[in-house]
């Protein structure tokens, strides 16, 4: 019970205004002060590599990929931005707003369920009368969960008649799911590995699994473009790949 | 004597720097849309219906919270007992709880797993992902800006006048409903539309206990964050109707209660 009230309570401050995080390691006290804004599916990954990444001090600012894009575009400047897809961060560097966008993980769309459920499958969703819930249709999460239920014979339809809330980010999905509220969501493997057993993970047939990217870029403007790439290369090779890979992501495609 | 004339000058200066800040916002979503997108905008995915809902929900919510909040407040206001304080407290705590925390709170309370989530459901009533969970989240986070308002409103009627009618034989119904709601109307029509606004503009606790869903759960403040992603002239053009339905609120309840004008008799704005 008491972790899924700390979920739920870091689900609503990162929906709410955005989770801050930084680093523990404060000896140096004219640091300078990396900020990175950050898919909400990343908390966990980047909050760990924050801790170990020595350039600067890593500050994170949590949410809705579509919300920090629109931060940008409306003239915010953090340092280093990083979406759970790649359209967002080639659609900023087109506008001019990022430098060349790198893809530095995957992950996979499944269906979460409370541990103990008794759904097995994509099937099982289609049972009337289920609790759904997915991402909005402006969240990169809830675009992945269209495009999968596309591919079912009927479209979906089905499955989205269940759908009883389409949160602005993952984390509202995962707080309806440990809260015990929805009975299935659709998010990402890796959050369902953060919540340590509360949650099950139910794979997608391949045939219906999206291409999950994720893109990062330094912002354009920023006052520490050496000590953002830096915090990039290292999600590509070192303390962030490794992070990334504990918390569940996969390596970025191969070329 | 130079501060004779400096304290008037820094008491301008302040209230002006305050109606910059407070008015500056507001008016940045009007000057950033034309009355063209502003219609437009209520052709924007799922706007009417929010607007729709919106109305629906907080006016449902006023009446629960008028019905309720009066007889409270007027006990609160005219008896002294103990544990008084205690009581006044627990209704403002909502004041200065982030409405996030509401919805928690809401949800560990009467939520599907909540302590009161199974004796709910047997009665098969649902809450959580109903219309239903949101005027319940609305109630709790915009009670106390009327009950507070219905205190001191209730307070400022001159006990003698209820003496009076007691005195006359009156009985207590009576002396309510004909001495201290007509003398407390300005207070409470202030503390309506406050609570009115604060339910308008939920977001938190809506989001948390109710979810998000178009015609549903998903209120004007809720459709306005779907859209900032994806579309933020619409985002904003939305704002722009939210405030404007929000005013037209205000400024009717102003008219109705007869204070715009002249001094209040409750200072209460």
């Not at chain 1, 402006?138 to 949160?167: C, K, Q």
């Not at chain 2, 008015?23 to 950033?32: G, Y």
């Not at chain 2, 409405?99 to 599907?112: D, E, K, N, Q, S």
């Not at chain 2, 939920?202 to 869903?213: D, H, K, M, N, P």
């Amino acid at each position: 019970m008491n972790r899924g009230w700390l979920t739920v309570l870091i689900a609503v401050s990162v929906t709410g205004c955005g989770g801050r995080a930084s680093t523990g390691a404060d000896s140096a006290p004219a640091r300078s002060e990396l900020k990175v804004s950050a898919a909400a599916s990343l908390t966990d990954a980047f909050t760990a590599y924050g801790e170990q990444f020595d350039p600067a001090e890593a500050a994170f600012s949590f949410g809705a990929s579509d919300e920090l894009a629109a931060q940008i575009r409306a003239g915010a400047l953090p340092d280093v931005y990083a979406a759970a897809n790649t359209t967002l961060p080639d659609e900023l560097a087109e506008e001019g707003l990022l430098g060349e966008p790198t893809v530095f993980a995957t992950n996979a769309l499944v269906i979460a369920v409370p541990e103990g459920s008794e759904l097995e499958s994509v099937e099982d969703l289609e049972q009337p009368g289920l609790a759904i819930v997915i991402g909005s249709e402006t969240v990169p999460v809830g675009v992945y969960t269209r495009l999968a239920l596309e591919r079912l014979p009927d479209e979906g339809e089905t499955i989205l008649a269940n759908v009883r809330s389409e949160e602005p980010d993952v984390k509202g999905v995962l707080g309806k799911l440990t809260q015990g509220a929805a009975d299935a969501g659709f998010v990402y493997d890796s959050d369902v590995i953060a919540t340590r057993g509360q949650l099950r993970a139910i794979e997608l047939p391949s045939k219906l699994q999206p291409d999950v990217a994720y893109g990062i870029a330094v912002v354009e403007g920023t006052e520490f473009p050496e000590q953002g790439q830096e915090f990039i290369d290292g999600l590509l090779e070192g303390p962030g790949a490794e992070a990334l890979a504990e918390a569940g992501f996969g390596p970025p495609p191969s070329e | 004597m130079r501060l004779k004339r400096l304290f008037p000058a820094a008491l301008v200066a302040a209230l002006t720097v305050l109606l910059v800040f407070l008015t500056l916002p507001i008016a940045a979503i009007f000057l950033d849309v034309g009355p063209a997108q502003l219609i437009d905008a209520l052709g924007a995915p799922g706007a009417v219906d929010a607007l729709r809902l919106s109305l629906l929900t907080t006016s449902i919510a006023l009446v629960v919270i008028v019905i309720v909040g009066t007889p409270a407040a007027y006990l609160l206001a005219t008896r002294r007992f103990r544990g008084r304080s205690l009581a006044i407290t627990l209704i403002e705590l909502p004041l200065v709880l982030p409405p996030a925390v509401a919805g928690i709170g809401l949800l560990a309370a009467i939520g599907t797993g909540g302590i009161l989530g199974p004796a709910i459901a047997s009665t098969g009533i649902e809450l959580v992902f109903e219309t239903a969970g949101v005027v319940i989240a609305l109630t709790f986070v915009a009670s106390p800006f009327y009950v507070r308002q219905a205190l001191a409103a209730f307070e400022a009627v001159d006990s003698a006048l209820l003496d009076a009618s007691r005195t006359l034989g009156a009985g207590e119904a009576r002396t309510f409903a004909r001495i201290a709601i007509p003398n407390a109307t300005a207070g409470l029509a202030s503390g309506f539309a406050l609570a009115w606004g604060r339910a308008l503009g939920e977001f938190g606790a809506t989001l948390v206990f109710a979810g998000s869903f178009r015609g549903i759960t998903q209120t004007t403040p809720l459709a306005i964050v779907a859209l900032v992603g994806s579309d933020f002239p619409g985002a904003l053009a939305l704002s722009a109707v939210l405030v404007l339905v929000s005013l037209a609120l205000l400024i009717s309840v102003k008219l109705i209660s007869g204070s715009l004008l002249g001094p209040a008799r409750i200072p209460t704005w």
